[in-house]
Antibody, heavy 121, light 112 residues
Framework: QVQLQQSGPGLLKPSQTLSLTCAIS??????????WGWIRQSPSRGLEWLGR?????????DYAESVKSRISINSDTFKNQFSLQLNSVTPEDTAVYYC???????????WGQGTLVTVSS | DIVMTQTPLSSPVTLGQPASISCRSS???????????LSWLQQRPGQPPRLLIY???NRFSGVPDRFSGSGAGTDFTLKISRVEAEDVGVYYC?????????FGGGTKVEIK
């Protein structure tokens, strides 16, 4: 059974960096048959895909244009986890952030529990 | 980018009665490999989304058979044959045919 456990701070000030980690159990971050992603949800923007990372002999990343200049998704094979960094946050980045696995069923089949991140001065 | 539009926004349903949700994409979701990567997810209050249906009509593991998906091209439908109390929540369609992945705005299913 795949489980994703998120961790990271929930309160940030404007201009700070959002850092969240998603620890994986029951699968490998370097599996060559799945993709790992970050999605956020807010009342104003709904569900918004932020980006993904995956391993196919080497690491690949794709990011949403809306955050491309500020985002980084990295993997740690030793700890079997992947992380999200979003720089220079503003109140518009306030949302619940989810990590998720895009699996062999070609959709997000497993999700983390979600982390509410609030950006406020 | 592909825009996903769901109707209705809200669907009050009597227990045991059917419910239907529509999802329309701004362009065809048929991938160059011939597959259509349209999924349906359910989100109960306070929970992360949960996968119900993938590739238009395939039920994910453990999903009751009262849930069914259909459609093609740009028009898709999720049906619940007989709504149960545990089906209350918001339902989203999602496309993974083209980056960026995108979601519909959601349809809230509630009991009358």
């Amino acid at each position: 059974q795949v489980q994703l456990q998120q961790s990271g701070p929930g309160l940030l000030k404007p201009s700070q960096t959002l850092s969240l980690t998603c620890a994986i159990s029951g699968d490998s971050v370097s599996s060559n048959s799945v993709v790992w992603g970050w999605i956020r949800q807010s009342p104003s923007r709904g569900l918004e895909w932020l980006g993904r990372t995956y391993y196919r002999s080497k690491w690949y990343n794709d990011y949403a244009e809306s955050v491309k200049s500020r985002i980084s998704i990295n993997s740690d094979t030793f700890k079997n986890q992947f992380s999200l960094q979003l720089n220079s946050v503003t109140p518009e980045d306030t949302a619940v952030y989810y990590c998720a696995r895009y699996g062999s069923v070609w959709s997000f089949d497993y999700w983390g529990q979600g982390t509410l991140v609030t950006v406020s001065s | 980018d592909i825009v996903m539009t769901q109707t209705p926004l809200s669907s009050p349903v009597t227990l045991g009665q059917p419910a239907s949700i529509s999802c329309r994409s701004s362009q065809s979701l048929v991938h160059s490999d011939g597959n259509t990567y349209l999924s349906w997810l359910q989100q109960r209050p306070g929970q992360p989304p949960r996968l119900l249906i993938y590739k238009i009509s395939n039920r994910f593991s453990g999903v009751p058979d009262r849930f069914s998906g259909s459609g093609a091209g740009t028009d898709f439908t999720l049906k619940i044959s007989r709504v149960e109390a545990e089906d209350v929540g918001v339902y989203y369609c999602m496309q993974a045919t083209q980056l960026p992945l995108s979601f519909g705005g959601g349809t809230k299913v509630e009991i009358k």
